[in-house]
């Protein structure tokens, strides 16, 4: 079955870019109509979306983090990635990787399976 | 946005049935999904469009949806039931697509 894996530095310094990869595993990003998406959770707190992207490229930010955040798509790696720039305090989290499934006659959306998750400390 | 609104905590003793409810503005007409997290681990799917199960879940855990109320209920409550449980809608109407609660921690008394 499809597996995700969380990779990148575990700490990231005030103003920098925080840049992570997902890797897929067990099949192919580019087959099915998927969508790969970033979610992060703060120490304690809950669940936040962060973006999406299709494997045509096309991609959908959270609002509140659009002005910061890049995600892309490498199928030839079967891999995704986040950015997200002038990071703070406020940016440390557990950073998970998911497997969006649509249904859009339905509206109709759900994450399954995730990634185990990495720790992204953004202190100087 | 929509908001997704869960009782921060839950409490039921083994054996027992426990029912976390997701509110939401005619959450009814959306498709609910529920979410399970143990400590440490990532957020497993239990529940998804409403009340089909995925595979490997078992058939303890159900959910119902209607008017402004989604529920989430874990019949025959074990010990390894204890963890936090999301809701989450996808709202085709925003550009805050994926919707999550704040999430409920049951305990298992």
């Known amino acids: 079955q499809v597996q995700l894996q969380e990779s990148g530095p575990g700490l990231v310094k005030p103003s920098q870019t925080l840049s992570l990869t997902c890797t897929v595993s067990g099949g192919s990003i580019s087959s099915g109509s998927y969508y790969w998406s970033w979610i992060r959770q703060p120490a304690g707190k809950g669940l936040e979306w962060i973006g999406r992207i299709y494997t045509s490229g096309s991609t959908n930010y959270n609002p509140s983090l659009k002005s910061r955040v890049t995600i892309s798509v490498d199928t030839s790696k079967n891999q995704f990635s986040l950015k997200l720039s002038s990071v703070t305090a406020a940016d440390t989290a557990v950073y998970y990787c998911?497997?969006?499934?649509?249904?859009?006659?339905?509206?109709?959306?759900?994450?399954?399976?995730w990634g185990q998750g990495t720790l992204v400390t953004v202190s100087s | 946005s929509y908001v997704l609104t869960q009782p921060p905590s839950v409490s039921v003793a083994p054996g027992q049935t426990a029912r976390i409810t997701c509110g939401g503005n005619n959450i009814g007409s959306k498709s609910v999904h529920w979410y399970q997290q143990k400590p440490g681990q990532a957020p497993v799917l239990v529940v998804y469009d409403d009340s089909d199960r995925p595979s490997g879940i078992p058939e303890r855990f159900s959910g119902s949806n209607s008017g402004n109320t989604a529920t989430l209920t874990i019949s025959r409550v074990e010990a390894g039931d204890e963890a936090d449980y999301y809701c989450q809608v996808w709202d085709s109407s925003s550009d805050l697509n994926w919707v999550f609660g704040g999430g409920t921690k049951l305990t298992v008394l």
């Open positions: 998911a497997r969006a499934i649509v249904v859009v006659p339905a509206a109709s959306g759900w994450f399954d399976p």
